[in-house]
Structure formats: C-alpha cells, structure tokens
Nanobody, 122 residues
Framework: QVQLVESGGGLVQPGGPLRLSCAAS????????MGWYRQAPGKQRELVAT???????NYADSVKGRFTISRDNAKNRVALQMNLLKPEDTAVYYC????????????????WGQGTQVTVSS
C-alpha cells in the first residue's frame, strides 16, 4: 500500500508564499505522476499541478506563474511552492500519485494523502 503524507499548510496573508511537501512511502519502486489537487468548501476537487517522473509539469491556468511543482524521485517526494497567494487559493490541498509500483511488483493506482489546509486571509 502507498501512503502519502502532506505537510506545510497553514494561514498566510494575501501575496505571501507557502510551501507544501508530500512524502510517499510503502516500499515504492517507481512512481509515474505525482500531483497536487485542492478542494474549496462547496466545490469539487480540482487539479493544481502535476509532474511526471521525467520532470514534465502541468498547471491549472489559475496558478500558472505563481505556483511551482518539483519532485525528488530518489526520495519519492513532491513539493508545491506557492507564491503570490490569493484568498481564492484557500482550500484543502491533497497530494496524489497516479500509479506506483511497490516491492513484489504490485501496482497501486490513484493514491491520496489526507490533505492539508491552506488559508489565505488578512
């Protein structure tokens, strides 16, 4: 089984920065795509950013130029650097792994972390 643990959420003023981190564990051999999603109250969960094992990235239009996703393949970690935060960025942010292969050859699909709250407010 793949476990994802996020950290780094909190309260930040508009225009400020915040960095989220996610560590994947579970005797992992390889991970395909790692990403961040978010869900605001009363809204559906939406994609924020993804990154492939090769480093190709994809961002939601609403965060382009403000957020940067990065990844450490050796440590199975993904981070999200968020700058110029806006009140509309307030949400619970979730780490996601689309496909992970673990020891023994088992493949796990669509694993999620427990989420970390990000609140942007003055």
């Amino acid at each position: 089984q793949v476990q994802l643990v996020e950290s780094g959420g909190g309260l930040v003023q508009p225009g400020g920065p915040l960095r989220l981190s996610c560590a994947a564990s579970g005797s992992i051999s390889s991970i395909n795509i790692m990403g961040w999603y978010r869900q605001a109250p009363g809204k559906q969960r939406e994609l924020v950013a993804t990154i492939t094992s090769g480093g190709s990235t994809n961002y939601a239009d609403s965060v382009k130029g403000r957020f940067t996703i990065s990844r450490d393949n050796a440590k199975n970690r993904v981070a999200l650097q968020m700058n110029l935060l806006k009140p509309e960025d307030t949400a619970v942010y979730y780490c996601n792994v689309d496909r992970a292969v673990v020891a023994g050859g088992w493949t796990y699909f669509n694993s999620w972390g427990q989420g970390t709250q990000v609140t942007v407010s003055s």
